[in-house]
């Protein structure tokens, strides 16, 4: 389908440069995979936040204090 957007001029020119590089007449091929790229990157983050909420109160009030605990402790380790 066909469309209009908005971008940058420098965004065009270097999404024109990486066609050129590949052979190809436009960027629209590269418009495609970056969308496909992105909308698979939020799916995987919405199925993360589906999965964090279910586990919501899987642990006992002294199983979460244990965590939070070590947790503190890795990261002091960090600095």
Known sequence: MRTTIEIRDEYRA??????????????????????????????????????ALAARGSLTAKEAAGLEARSREVRESWR
Not at 23 to 50: D, H, M, N, T
């Open 14 to 51: 270097r999404l024109l440069e990486i066609a050129a590089r590949r052979g190809e007449k436009g960027f629209s091929r590269i418009v495609e995979q970056a969308l496909e790229a992105y909308l698979r990157s939020e799916e995987a983050r919405e199925e993360a936040r589906r999965l």
